[in-house]
Each structure stands twice: as structure tokens, then as C-alpha cells.
């Protein structure tokens, strides 16, 4: 899985470049150094973060995500992948939405 940098990071689950560091110094993200020294956010990590940052809604709210308007893109990260013999499965959180297609 890929790292992404604290912008990506920010961005991919509608936090604020402000916020993506001090939630990763404050341990609610995994974060880590690449080779350069620049500091990285760990792609599981933040997919399982996305994941349980929607589920839980607005201030903790289930249900109660933030009102959102999506013109012609979707930004997102998958956070679940199942492939057989005939189909795969593809989950990815987008915000405080989660879309799972076959």
C-alpha cells in the first residue's frame, strides 16, 4: 500500500492541512518518514481512519456527515478490495461516503 504525503492525506478524507499533522502528532494517524525525510501518512492506515471517520458522522453523529457537493469528481481511497474467479469487489471512502461496487 502507498504512503501519501500530509497533503494528500488531508485532502482524501476532508481534513484540513491543519488538521492532518496535529491528528498525526497527536497519534490518530499513522504517520512516518519517506526517504527524503518528508513526513508520510501510511495508506491503511488512513483508509481504515476514513473509514471509521464517516461511520462515526458529524461530532461523533452516526449518520450526520457534513453536506457535500461532488461536480464530476470523485476523490477517494479504497479501503477493501475481494476478487474471485468471476467478479471483484471494490470499497472506497470518499469523504464521509463509502461506495462499494461489483
Known amino acids: 500500500m502507498p504512503t501519501y504525503s500530509i497533503g494528500q492525506a488531508a485532502h482524501l478524507p476532508g481534513l484540513s492541512p491543519e488538521t492532518a499533522p496535529r491528528w498525526a502528532d497527536g497519534g490518530r494517524l ?3 518518514r519517506d526517504g527524503s525525510g518528508n513526513r508520510v501518512i501510511d495508506g491503511m492506515g488512513l483508509a481504515r481512519f476514513a473509514k471509521e471517520r464517516a461511520l462515526a458522522g458529524v461530532h461523533g453523529v ?3 456527515a457534513p453536506p457535500t457537493s461532488v461536480h464530476h469528481a470523485l476523490t477517494g481511497i479504497v479501503t477493501a478490495l475481494t476478487v474471485d474467479d ?4 471494490v470499497e472506497v471512502q470518499a469523504g464521509p461516503t463509502r461506495w462499494s461496487r461489483s
Open 62 to 64: 452516526p449518520g450526520h
Open 86 to 89: 468471476v467478479v471483484a469487489r
Open 30 to 32: 499513522r504517520m512516518g
